[in-house]
């Protein structure tokens, strides 16, 4: 494909975090199509998770808030391929859309950034964490009851702010997103993945198209990460079956080893004094199979969990 292609746009949010993301995506398309650097634009989509900054996202809607906007442009016709945080999207996409594929995953893990104290466990008793996630939440008050765990919002930057003038003792924020800004700097520390389990899709980059946009998908599969979507395909499927939107506190991650997919999961009560696991291994897999590992293991915890918990 040469630069006399037709322009391709992607639709984005506009915080710092989504343009370093969607920049990554047009530099991988131009790279593997022999696109000019004029050839893939970029419109900025304001969305109500963004306009709306003082409650949590599970009191007004859930992850849709992040998406539902691109969504519509999508629709329209107004942008070709949406870039999104994988880990902010539904795990149902309006008729009309489907995941186009995902970038090569970057850290799963969530990092703790507490200047003062350095790790999770040199937290003074009653420390005040800062997250908006529940899945944090609940993992944080399973490791350490005595902390007070407040609501944290705003971009990756403002988040560190908090965290350097003593607004917080200790904020928590993925690995991924300090990675791809250049601030993993300021990750204090990385927490272990097997005690503090990432949110479905954490690290990745997912592509979202038209359903039947023959040239858009044709040009997205070129990019798209075999691993990343055998992965993704685990963790939605199973998140799916649980609740597909943020109201309880739900970890899960894939990743291949030897050849085999190796998953974990979990589901905590809020206020992390119980939690419900699972672990498997799957050979030889594909993303049917992965799939039906997610939603195996998802319906054998739903069967176990005490009822309202999960929606």
């Known amino acids: 494909m040469t630069a006399s292609a037709p322009l391709l746009t992607l639709g984005t949010r506009g915080s710092p975090l989504a343009l370093a993301q969607a920049r990554m995506t047009a530099s991988a398309l131009r790279e593997a199509h022999g696109l000019s650097e004029d050839a893939v634009a970029t419109e900025i989509i304001r969305t109500t998770g963004d306009a ?49 594929g995902y970038l090569p995953r970057n850290d799963i893990r969530d990092a703790l950034i507490a200047p003062r104290w350095k790790s999770l466990a040199n937290l003074p008793q009653a420390a005040k964490v800062g997250t ?12 350490r009851p005595d902390l007070v765990i407040e609501m944290l919002r ?32 300021h990750a ?7 005690s503090f389990t990432p949110a479905v899709g954490q690290g990745a980059i997912a592509l979202v198209a038209r ?7 044709t ?22 079956v649980l609740d597909g939107s ?6 899960g991650s894939a990743r291949l080893v030897e050849g085999g997919l190796l998953f974990a999961g979990i589901v905590l009560a809020p ?34 969990i005490p009822a309202g918990l999960v929606g």
Do not use: Y
Not at 188 to 194: K, M
Not at 211 to 217: K, P, Q, S, T, V
Not at 219 to 240: C, K, M, N, Y
Not at 246 to 251: A, E, L, Q, S, V
């Open 52 to 100: 709306t900054q003082d409650r949590p996202l599970s009191e007004i809607g859930g992850k849709g808030l992040f998406t539902k906007e691109i969504d519509a442009a999508q629709l329209d016709g107004r942008v070709d391929l949406a870039v999104h945080s994988a880990k902010d999207l539904p795990t149902t996409l309006p008729d009309g859309l489907v995941v186009a």
């Open 246 to 251: 943020c109201r309880t506190p739900i970890g």
């Open 271 to 304: 206020d992390g004094s119980r939690a419900w696991t699972r672990k498997a291994m799957l050979a030889a897999p594909t993303e049917a199979r992965a799939a039906e590992l997610g939603a195996s293991l998802g319906r054998e915890l739903r069967a176990e």
């Open 219 to 240: 040009l997205t599969s070129a990019i798209a990460h075999r691993e990343t979507g055998l992965a993704l395909a685990a963790e939605r499927a199973f998140l799916g």
């Open 154 to 185: 705003g971009n990756v930057q403002t988040r560190l702010d908090k965290a350097a003038n003593g607004t917080f003792d200790a904020v928590v924020l993925a690995m991924a997103g300090l990675n791809r800004l250049g601030l993993a700097e």
């Open 211 to 217: 359903e039947g946009d023959a040239r858009i998908l």
């Open 188 to 194: 204090t520390e990385a927490l272990d993945p097997e």
């Open 132 to 143: 908006v996630s529940l899945r944090r939440q609940a993992l944080l008050k399973r490791l």
